[in-house]
């Protein structure tokens, strides 16, 4: 995650992460992405099955039950390692993770555990006694995917009424007082909605946005046709760069972040260069702490399954599976060469990822586009924007 209003805005300063020694168990939420110790971010698919039909599902969901999927007590077990382990933060994803009538009890087991506890969901299923539950529960997190307004929207998720249903979600969650943000895929089919949705936080005081880069991924390789050229992607950053500022001049304290592309950085970095040099660095000393992509090493997965993956958009390759050896094993001393390497890809990666510049602070980005598109994992990302002399 790139956070705009951290540091293009100045509402974080490398101070505040140093104050707390940079590790993950003292980091408040807002600073985890920059601990030095990484202990993995675990994003938990917790069923396969989702009420609605987005077009760039990564999870190839559907609605269909899962007979495979980890049993409550399976859960509870997997959330024991987690805790012992470190893991600061659980993700309780899908599919619709809501689709799931246990949640509840597992994302209260994983805050008794001293887990924070966060989900990834639609919106559509959150009433009132479901909000108010989650609250109960002590729910750190609802991210609600939105990919433009209504009929935009509608389209992404195959669903006629699934805007309304997730703003209506997100009313619960306002009343009931838990934090909510927006989750947006950026691609061209929706691009234009970018403003839209700035608007819309402003309208009904939304504190969080994450605008996502196209990972070609699941139902998302379908998408690549519709990706972004480089040009345009330099442009909607600095598109979300000018509207965070505008919304950080306002005082209005929103939290502004881009993921799943991380020459953002870079890219924000250089921006400052011109505008501000001093707070450029700043920017750059938050950046290397940062450490850009950590796929394998500060963010991993578990699916529905129990299969580990080395991120959510990783499901054609696993590194074991929960129910058989516990996840805190796996993930620290698994011979599988792939995950290793991993855990040190900037000395794989060939290509202008292996001269450049920035390698350090992007860490190499995202090995699953290379793959998708070259057929090679440690090719050069093709969604690397950033210019050759940028990064020379």
């Not at 559907?62 to 859960?75: A, F, K, Q, R, Y």
């Not at 619960?172 to 234009?192: D, E, S, Y």
Request: net charge neutral.
């Amino acid at each position: 995650m790139i956070g705009i209003s951290k540091l293009y805005c100045g509402t974080v300063e490398p101070s505040d992460a140093l104050r707390y020694g940079r590790s993950s168990d003292r980091l408040p939420s807002h600073l985890l992405q920059f601990s030095k110790d990484k202990r993995p971010v675990v994003v938990w698919n917790i069923t396969k099955r989702c009420n609605l039909k987005c077009i760039h599902c990564y999870a190839h969901a559907n609605n269909s039950p899962d007979t495979n999927e980890l049993s409550t007590h399976e859960g509870k077990v997997l959330l024991d390692d987690l805790a012992q382990f470190g893991v600061p933060v659980v993700l309780f994803s899908g599919g619709e993770p809501l689709a799931r009538p246990d949640l509840p009890e597992l994302a209260e087991y994983a805050v008794a555990k001293g887990m924070r506890a966060v989900i990834s969901t639609n919106g559509t299923l959150i009433t009132p006694d479901i909000a108010k539950q989650l609250k109960n529960i002590g729910l750190s997190y609802v991210g609600i995917s939105l990919d433009g307004t209504e009929q935009i929207n509608d389209q992404f998720r195959g669903i006629q009424g699934a805007f309304q249903k997730a703003m209506k979600g997100i009313e619960n969650c306002q009343a009931a007082g838990i934090k909510v943000g927006l989750r947006f895929t950026i691609n061209k089919l929706n691009v234009q909605e970018i403003p839209a949705i700035f608007d819309l936080m402003e309208e009904k005081q939304i504190p969080r946005v994450c605008f996502y880069h196209l990972v070609y991924a699941g139902r998302g390789s379908d998408l690549i046709k519709h990706d972004l050229i480089h040009q345009e992607t330099r442009q909607v950053v600095r598109q979300i760069m000018d509207r965070t500022k505008n919304l950080h001049d306002k005082g209005l304290a929103k939290e502004v972040l881009t993921v799943d592309n991380h020459a953002d950085g870079p890219f924000i970095y250089l921006q400052l260069l011109t505008e501000n040099p001093e707070r450029a660095a700043n920017v750059l000393d938050l950046l290397k702490m940062n450490e850009g992509n950590n796929s394998g090493h500060g963010i991993g997965c578990i699916s529905w399954d129990g299969t580990v993956h080395a991120d959510q958009f990783w499901r054609h390759y696993s590194f074991g599976n929960i129910r058989h050896t516990p996840f805190s094993q796996l993930w620290t001393k698994n011979p599988d060469p792939l995950l290793n390497q991993l855990k040190e890809k900037k000395k794989y990666v060939t290509g202008r990822c292996a001269t450049c510049r920035w390698l350090d602070i992007c860490g190499g980005n995202f090995r699953v586009r290379a793959e998708a598109v070259t057929g090679d994992i440690w090719a050069f990302d093709p969604a690397c924007y950033l210019t050759d002399e940028e990064i020379q």
